[in-house]
């Protein structure tokens, strides 16, 4: 059974820094694409970082580039978004997704109808900034 497990987010003042993780089990992360989502409240779930399942690229919503960084470690088959300067705006539970082979179509950028489907979704963690 296939499960995505996200963990670490939590309360943070506004400037501060919070990692999240992604654990994954029942697949080799070393196969999978990796992307972060994440979805605020009274919002579509929207785009935050990704990561190519081989090579090393990553790709980032303009609203966290400079601040977010999405890293992996296939021996832990863990992924990781490093976040700094948060900001109010930031607020939104954080998702995790996991892609076979993915590497970089920007298509899998969106996560709503019609767009092209991820593999697995973990269930979530909720990172909250306040001012």
């Known amino acids: 059974q296939v499960q995505l497990v996200e963990s670490g987010g939590g309360l943070v003042q506004a400037g501060g820094s919070l990692r999240v993780s992604c654990a994954a089990s029942g697949l080799p992360l070393n196969r999978y694409g990796m992307g972060w989502f994440r979805q605020a409240p009274g919002k579509e779930r929207e785009f935050v970082a990704a990561i190519v399942w081989r090579g090393g690229n990553t790709a980032y919503a303009d609203p966290v580039k400079g601040r977010f960084t999405i890293s992996r470690d296939d021996a832990k088959n863990t992924v990781y978004l490093q976040m700094n300067i948060l900001k109010p705006e930031d607020t939104a539970v954080y998702y995790c997704?996991?892609?076979?082979?993915?590497?970089?179509?920007?298509?899998?950028?969106?996560?709503?109808?019609?767009?092209?489907?991820?593999?697995?979704w973990g269930q979530g963690t909720q990172v909250t900034v306040s001012s």
């Open positions: 997704a996991a892609k076979r082979f993915w590497s970089g179509d920007p298509s899998y950028y969106c996560s709503g109808y019609g767009c092209p489907q991820w593999d697995y």
